[in-house]
């Protein structure tokens, strides 16, 4: 996916693509290129397209969505993927480093986690299988989703001219 690709989705489809797009990034498929939705936003801002709020908002609103989803996938499928998954290292890795952070932190953790690369696309599932309360930890995880988003929005905007 390229910048190009986000822009002429942006232009069929308009707003819903950034959310469909945003949705997608925030659900953690392996393989999706997710890390160029948030400053395409902004660059989209900066050629007027989309205002900038306008594109925080929708991607907010979609990543919001997208956690409370995986999440949910998590509490109901933690077994199942604990012995799906149990016997890969990096999973293995990546699920005891979300879980002693958990432990360390609590949910309100999930503000530094979705500051972390890579970390943050699992954070949601493993948050589900470890048996978080939902809102404590969807709120925490929004307040840290949207300072990281807001930042990367805006480097997005305001490093516009270097790209284009």
Do not use: H
């Given at each position: 996916?390229?910048?190009?690709?986000?822009?002429?989705?942006?232009?069929?489809?308009?707003?819903?693509?950034?959310?469909i797009l945003?949705?997608?990034?925030?659900?953690?498929?392996?393989?999706?290129?997710?890390?160029?939705?948030?400053?395409?936003?902004?660059?989209?801002?900066?050629?007027?397209?989309?205002?900038?709020?306008?594109?925080?908002?929708?991607?907010?609103?979609?990543?919001?969505?997208?956690?409370?989803?995986?999440?949910?996938?998590?509490?109901?499928?933690?077994?199942?993927?604990?012995?799906?998954?149990?016997?890969?290292?990096?999973?293995?890795?990546?699920?005891?480093?979300?879980?002693?952070?958990?432990?360390?932190?609590?949910?309100?953790?999930?503000?530094?986690?979705?500051?972390?690369?890579?970390?943050?696309?699992?954070?949601?599932?493993?948050?589900?299988?470890?048996?978080?309360?939902?809102?404590?930890?969807?709120?925490?995880s929004m307040?840290?989703?949207?300072?990281?988003?807001?930042?990367?929005?805006?480097?997005?905007?305001?490093?516009?001219?270097?790209?284009?």
């Amino acid at each position: 996916m390229t910048f190009a690709s986000v822009s002429k989705a942006f232009e069929l489809w308009g707003a819903p693509a950034v959310f469909i797009l945003v949705f997608l990034e925030y659900l953690g498929i392996p393989g999706y290129p997710g890390g160029l939705i948030l400053p395409a936003i902004g660059i989209l801002g900066r050629m007027e397209l989309i205002g900038p709020f306008k594109g925080f908002l929708l991607a907010m609103v979609s990543s919001g969505l997208a956690m409370a989803l995986m999440y949910w996938v998590g509490r109901k499928s933690g077994d199942w993927v604990r012995r799906r998954f149990g016997q890969k290292k990096r999973f293995m890795e990546l699920y005891d480093r979300l879980a002693g952070l958990n432990d360390r932190y609590g949910v309100r953790g999930q503000v530094l986690i979705r500051m972390m690369p890579v970390i943050r696309t699992f954070s949601s599932v493993v948050s589900g299988m470890l048996g978080a309360d939902f809102w404590p930890y969807w709120i925490y995880s929004m307040v840290g989703n949207c300072i990281y988003s807001g930042v990367v929005i805006a480097l997005g905007y305001y490093v516009t001219n270097l790209f284009l």
